[in-house]
């Protein structure tokens, strides 16, 4: 099992990363649970899979649990499931001392995320993700909150898990295409922060699809090293954690102008990636080379490289418009200098994203 620290003072925490963490969460929460009561915020499918695993662990470890069951799918990462969560709270009368144990992906991690850091103004929150995406990305920094007409994370608040249980077997039952979508989050570590991990990916291309458990351990491993150590930095994106937004800025625009559909989020992201390092190709910041090894590597993991047709980019720019990562009113990009090194932009000439 691989154990990657977060460093955040007093709000530190370790994530756990190995094959059966879930079967043995019981004896792992009990190290670090004030409380003698566990709420495992789940959604139906992940309950099917995983969810009798894990209340068996932790009431074997002596805990009294309670199942809450959520809706499945972005559409429902709102308020009223927040609400829902609290309700059940109350009625079994759980206390600042007792923990949320948020089992499943990163839907489900922020909106149990969020109902931890408000309930009786904030308690723990335990993340056990299970998607790839979870794994490598959401459960780990603290970002928790849902969705609110206007915007997406509209509503949130940091509120940092006291630990991150990812069981790599969960990984298993992941769609091909959920897979891949977390695919482009582990790329995308590669790309600001490390040349190797950039050439083991390309090196790795049939092991990682295949799921082998050593390639997996290693994918996750990596990938919260980085985060944790971007995160430990910049907790709050005061300015380097922005990094880990590259080739969200464009892949929201496009998201934004498909109405959030058609495209998958991982999917948005890594036509996104293509066009940011494009961008800083046509800026003179990175070689031709670059551009095409991240093309190249998103094509091999079977993720899109180009923009769909329907979408033109004055409608991505639009889409981009109503980013909330924009700071002052001008857009920030981040760009590239080469595979590994990144750099934010926000002094760009207007509308330049108009020449990818
Ligand atoms: P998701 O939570 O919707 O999960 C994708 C699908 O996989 C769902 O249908 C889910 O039920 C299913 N699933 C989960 N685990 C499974 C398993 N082991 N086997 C089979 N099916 C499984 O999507 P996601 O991609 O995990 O997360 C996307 C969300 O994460 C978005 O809401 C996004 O805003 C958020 N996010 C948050 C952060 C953060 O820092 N907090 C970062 C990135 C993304
Ligand atoms: N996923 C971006 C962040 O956590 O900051």
New binding site residues.
């Given amino acids: 099992m691989a154990e990657i620290r977060v460093n955040l003072g007093e709000r530190s925490y370790s994530i756990k990363a190995g094959e059966g963490v879930l079967g043995n969460c019981g004896p792992l929460v009990k190290k670090i649970a004030r409380g003698g009561g566990v709420a495992i915020v789940t959604?139906r499918?992940?309950n099917g899979?995983f969810g009798e695993t894990c209340r068996r662990s932790l009431e074997k470890a002596g805990f009294r649990t309670e199942t809450v069951i959520l809706p499945?799918?972005?559409r429902f990462?709102n308020l009223a499931q927040v609400s829902k969560i609290y309700d059940a709270l109350v009625k079994k009368g759980f206390d600042r001392s007792d923990t949320i144990f948020a089992l499943?992906?990163?839907?489900?991690?922020?909106i149990a995320g969020f109902a931890a850091a408000t309930y009786m103004r904030g308690i723990d929150c335990i993340q056990a993700p299970?998607?790839l995406?979870?794994q490598v990305?959401?459960s780990v920094?603290g970002?928790?909150g849902v969705d609110y007409p206007g915007g997406?994370?509209l509503i949130g608040a940091f509120h940092q898990p006291r630990a991150v249980l990812a069981d790599l077997s969960?990984?298993k039952?992941?769609?091909e295409r959920?897979f891949r979508?977390g695919m482009a989050e582990v790329i995308k570590y590669g790309i600001i922060k490390s040349p190797s991990f950039f050439g083991f990916l390309e090196k790795s291309v049939k092991e990682i699809l295949r799921r082998k458990p050593v390639f997996l351990e290693e994918i996750v491993r990596k990938s919260c090293r980085i985060k944790a150590d971007v995160v430990s930095e910049d907790e709050r994106e005061a300015g380097l954690r922005a990094i880990l937004n590259y080739g969200h800025t464009f892949g929201h625009g496009i998201e934004t102008a498909l109405d959030f559909k058609r495209l998958k989020?991982g999917e948005a992201v890594s036509i996104g990636m293509v066009m940011a390092a494009e961008l800083s190709r046509r800026l003179g910041l990175c070689g031709e080379k670059s551009v095409t090894r991240i093309k190249n590597l998103l094509g091999a993991y079977g993720l899109p490289v180009v923009k769909p047709r329907s979408v033109s980019i004055d409608d991505v720019i639009e889409g981009m418009a109503h980013d909330k990562k924009k700071m002052a009113g001008s857009p920030r990009f981040v760009l590239i200098n080469k595979i590994g090194s990144c750099i934010i932009k926000g002094d760009l000439p207007y509308n330049v994203e108009r020449f990818v």
């Fill in positions: 959604n499918k992940v899979l499945d799918g972005e990462k499943g992906g990163g839907v489900v991690g922020d299970t998607t995406l979870a990305d959401s920094g970002k928790t997406k994370n969960a990984l039952t992941l769609s959920e979508c989020h």
